[in-house]
Structure formats: structure tokens, C-alpha cells
């Protein structure tokens, strides 16, 4: 595939067997729309791949596949774990709850106890630095808080397979970048495994050990770019030259499949 | 914070917020008592009551002052003379509990109408039409009627108040309940609630607002239920509305005012009392419990 020149894949985590494969997976809604044809990839334990394609074609279908929310309609997806993350655009905070209860949300459905839903909550807030603002509601928070937010709720459940749908797409440029940051040292040291959908080149490249190129709907896989760049990455490597040159890449195949 | 994982909340916090929740919750507290917020309103009252003398007192003939009797008058005669103040407490205490068995009857079943519909599609296929039917038919023309079946007692007026009041309940709480984000539910999905997990945990606090909204709405239309409908049912323990209309037939002007004063109050005085209730309790996290009051 295009992209394979500028590798140099010793920098990428841990390989090991597929956590998530999609064979062939196609999609079609009950209206006749055609949602993904034949997207075909892995997914590693330890990898971050992000996915980018034009609107519309099909990336959040993917994810809800990938979560069980939404059944494919043809060929073939495993899943390797039930410990799944799911963090969507919006951050999706129950607006009556604190921040505390919101975060502790996963753990009441999952029916665990109280004293395990405060410990887990802490620790989970303690690592996106909202330690605090537990007894905030969530429209006393600015965008990047709420987001942050949204993932301490999911990182309570130690998901081994974390979704993320365009998380930081509605937020600004600079408290994007803080938060690609923020997630990229979470993906360290929490060791998940990443689906990392949005429409940024930029950010996909910056974040990720793979990106993934759709096509516009009905979605295929059109490229995949191994990122040969070392973690921890500094916001410094947006301006790099190599970096440059791979986004330019991804860039051009996305332009060439709208 | 933990310093190894870089994070820096609460340094953007210092930039972009948090909004302290008070400053955007609560209405700013003295300024509600200053002249600037009550004493437009006053003026207008104060203007209502001179023109109120003016007509009793400059336009009217003495011997027919009685079609307009002073403020003054109505107060003394009305509030001020044991015997017709306790006819006139006995009757809004009466009218007051008509309204208020009416209101909790309809909220429960209407609450529990609102749920069922929600949870079935044909339940609310089913259903629906008729509780629209009750905001359409003419539920006092039906007075007589429920009298003649069930007689003039509690029974036929408490009823009366039910279908008045039922409608809003319902509707607004169907709404609220199905006002829940998609994405809500994908999170309950996710997580395999059970169905009541997700009633009660999600579409039950979502739809708040709007329950209250039709609380609001509700209760007005209990105390005129009431009133009005006492007023229809003519017969038995008379009730504000019956009085009412009794002191019309005996020109006993200055008790029918303050009859019309004190159901006004009761109007007025559940009207608030559920803005009052809203603001407890959804003011913390919803805009729609800032909105009128009074």
C-alpha cells in the first residue's frame, strides 16, 4: 500500500494477535442506503489506529459495528474482548448528574458496588485531572472539561478496545491538541487498544501507529499508512518534516477516494 | 492531579471556566428586591386600583355603585365580617381540595399513561386520540350529566378536574420521555440496562423538565376546573364557585369580588408553587426552570 516507504516500524507498541477484524463487512440501512462495502482490516492488542475519510462515508458505522450497537449486514467482525470503550463526539453527560455520578454511571449499570464505583471514579478522574470538580454539573464545564470527563467515565471500565467517534471534532484547535496530547499519554500508560475515527489528517497522523483511509460511501478501506514515529510524540513533531510528508501522503489517497 | 501522566485540567479551567454553577443558576439574589425589578408592576397595580375608585366613586351614580363597589368596600364586607368570612374560607378550602385530589389523581395516571404509551408504540397509537379528545370535548356541558350519574357530590367535581387537567400531564411527559438523545440510549445500551434501569435512570430524569412544564399547566387548569366546574354543579356543598354565583343572583357585589379575588389567589399561589418546585429541583442543571416567574 502507499505509505510503506517512509516506515520504520520499530517505534510501534507491542504487536500481538488481532483484537478486532473486520472481513469483508458490509452495511446497508433498511432504506436502501449503502453505509460500508467490503471494509476489510485488523486491528492489533496495542495499536491506535485511526480511521479518516470524507463525511458520510460510513466511519461511525463502523465504530457502532464495532461496539455491537449496529449488526453488519455482510461479511464477517470479531471482537477479542467485552471490556469496550465508546467515547462519542459529543461527551454525552447526563446534565442532572454531577461529575462524580456521571463518571461512576458504567460502574452502577454494570451493577458493581458503591464502594468499587468511588474508587474507580476517583482513579479515573485523578488521571484526566478533574480530581477537583466532582461535585460540578456539567454545564459549569467548558467543552474540554466535559470531554475529559467523558473519558474518565469510559477509562473506569478499563476498556482493552477503546471507540473514539470524532471525540474532539466540535472542540478548538489549541484545546484539541492539548487533548490528542493528554489521550496519547493515557494510550501510554493505560495500554488500550485504539479505533480512533475524525476528519483530521493531522490529528490521525499525529496520534496514531496506523491510519486508515475510507473512501466515500459506500465505505472501503483505501490505504493503510503504518506512522513510524516514536511515542511519546511531542506537539514538536507536528512541524516535522517526515511528518509532514506522511499527512501529505494520507492526504492525497483521501483526496483521490471522495 | 498526577503529574506523570501530564495532564493539566484544572489549568484550563482558569482559562476557559468552569462558569461557577450559581452565577448562571440562581437569579442574583438582592437585585430581585430592588425598585427596578418590583416597581414597574406596582405602578400598574397602583394605576389598576385608581381606576378602580375612579369608576366606583367619579363615574358611577351612588345607587348603583354597587355594580363596582371600592377596593376598600369588598375587603371590609367580604374579609373583615366573620359570618361571610367563614362562608367564603369554608367554600375555597372545599374548592382547594377538589383541585388538589383532581391534580394528584391526574398526575398519577397520567404519569403512569405517559410511561405505558412510551414503552408501546400501539399503547400510545391506542390511547393517544383520547386524551387529546379530553382537551376537546366541552367537559362542563358534561356537568349535568356526571351529576345525574354520580350526583353533585366530591365524586362529579373531582372528576370534572381530572379530565380539565389530565392532557398536559400526559403529553408533556410522553415528550419528555422521548426527548432522550440517541446517543443516551447507545450508552444504556452499551452497558445493558434493563429496561427500568433505563426509565429510571435515564428517561425519567431527562423528561423532568417537561413534566414539570405540564405540571404547571396542569395545576392552573385544576383550580379552574374547580371553580368553574363548581359553578356548573350548581347544587351541594357550595364550593367557591357556587358562591360565586350565588352572590351574583343576590347583587351581594362586594362578596362576589372577593370571592373572585381569593379563587384568583389560589390560582396564583399554585401556579408559583410549581415554578417554585421546578427550580428545586431541575433549576441546578436545566435553563427551562429559569424562565417566568412571579
Given amino acids: ?258 | 492531579m498526577s503529574i506523570d501522566t501530564g495532564f493539566s485540567g484544572p489549568d484550563e479551567a482558569t482559562a476557559q471556566g468552569p462558569v461557577t454553577a450559581t452565577s448562571r443558576v440562581l437569579p442574583p439574589g438582592r437585585g430581585r428586591w430592588r425598585l427596578a425589578f418590583w416597581g414597574p408592576p406596582a405602578a400598574v397595580l397602583v394605576a389598576f386600583l385608581a381606576i378602580w375608585y375612579g369608576v366606583s366613586y367619579l363615574l358611577l351614580d351612588p345607587r348603583r355603585r354597587f355594580l363596582v363597589p371600592p377596593p376598600h368596600e369588598v375587603i371590609r364586607v367580604s374579609f373583615f365580617d366573620p359570618f361571610n368570612l367563614k362562608e367564603l374560607m369554608g367554600a375555597l378550602w372545599l374548592s382547594t381540595r377538589v383541585a388538589f385530589i383532581g391534580l394528584a389523581i391526574s398526575i398519577v395516571i397520567g404519569l403512569l399513561l405517559a410511561v405505558a404509551m412510551n414503552r408501546a408504540k400501539w399503547i400510545e397509537r391506542s390511547l393517544y386520540p383520547y386524551a387529546v379528545l379530553t382537551q376537546t370535548i366541552p367537559i362542563l356541558a358534561m356537568v349535568p350529566l356526571f351529576g345525574f350519574w354520580f350526583g353533585f357530590g366530591n365524586f362529579s367535581r373531582t372528576l370534572v378536574v381530572v379530565l380539565f387537567c389530565i392532557f398536559p400531564i400526559v403529553a408533556n411527559t410522553l415528550f419528555g420521555l422521548q426527548s432522550v438523545q440517541r446517543e443516551h440510549h447507545d450508552l444504556f445500551t452499551l452497558h445493558g440496562a434493563s429496561r427500568m434501569t433505563r426509565l429510571w435512570k435515564l428517561q425519567f430524569p431527562a423528561a423532568l423538565p417537561s413534566i414539570f412544564t405540564g405540571l404547571r399547566i396542569a395545576a392552573g387548569l385544576a383550580v379552574i376546573g374547580a371553580i368553574v366546574g363548581d359553578t356548573f354543579f350548581k347544587q351541594g356543598e357550595p364550593g367557591i364557585g357556587i358562591l360565586i354565583d350565588r352572590y351574583q343572583s343576590r347583587l351581594q357585589s362586594e362578596q362576589m369580588v372577593g370571592a373572585i379575588i381569593l379563587s384568583s389567589l389560589l390560582g396564583i399561589v399554585v401556579f408559583w408553587f410549581f415554578g417554585f418546585l421546578a427550580r428545586r429541583v431541575v433549576g441546578g442543571w436545566h435553563e427551562s426552570a429559569d424562565g417566568p416567574d412571579t
Avoid at chain 1, 26 to 54: H, I, M, Q
Avoid at chain 1, 61 to 90: C, E, H, M, P, W
Fill in chain 1, 1 to 258: 500500500m502507499a505509505g510503506s516507504s517512509v516506515v520504520d516500524a520499530s517505534s510501534i507498541p507491542t504487536q500481538t494477535a488481532p483484537l478486532l477484524t473486520f472481513a469483508d463487512v458490509s452495511k446497508r440501512f433498511r432504506d436502501g442506503t449503502v453505509a460500508l462495502d467490503g471494509a476489510d482490516f485488523r486491528v492489533a492488542g496495542g495499536e491506535f489506529v485511526s480511521v479518516v475519510g470524507p463525511s458520510g462515508c460510513g466511519k461511525s458505522t463502523l465504530l457502532r459495528i464495532a461496539s455491537g450497537l449496529s449488526d453488519a449486514t455482510g461479511g464477517k467482525v470479531q471482537v477479542a474482548t467485552d471490556k469496550i470503550g465508546y467515547v462519542f463526539q459529543d461527551p454525552t453527560l447526563l446534565p442532572w448528574r454531577t461529575v462524580q455520578a456521571n463518571v461512576e454511571l458504567f460502574s452502577e449499570l454494570r451493577g458493581l458496588a458503591k464502594e468499587e464505583r468511588r474508587r474507580r471514579a476517583a482513579a479515573a478522574l485523578e488521571l484526566v485531572g478533574l480530581s477537583e470538580f466532582t461535585g460540578h454539573r456539567p454545564r459549569a464545564l467548558s467543552g474540554g472539561m466535559r470531554m475529559r470527563v467523558s473519558l474518565a467515565r469510559s477509562l473506569t471500565l478499563e476498556p482493552e478496545l477503546f471507540l473514539f467517534d470524532e471525540p474532539f471534532g466540535a472542540l478548538d484547535e489549541i484545546t484539541r491538541e492539548r487533548l490528542n496530547d493528554e489521550l496519547l499519554q493515557l494510550y501510554l500508560t493505560q495500554r488500550f487498544t485504539a479505533l480512533f475515527v475524525t476528519h483530521s489528517v493531522m490529528e490521525a497522523v499525529f496520534m496514531s501507529t496506523r491510519v486508515l483511509v475510507m473512501s466515500g460511501r459506500p465505505g472501503r478501506v483505501l490505504g493503510d499508512f503504518p506512522v513510524p514515529f516514536e511515542y511519546p510524540r511531542s506537539p514538536r513533531l507536528r512541524f516535522d518534516e517526515r511528518f509532514a510528508r506522511l499527512a501529505g501522503q494520507v492526504s492525497a489517497v483521501l483526496r483521490g477516494g471522495r
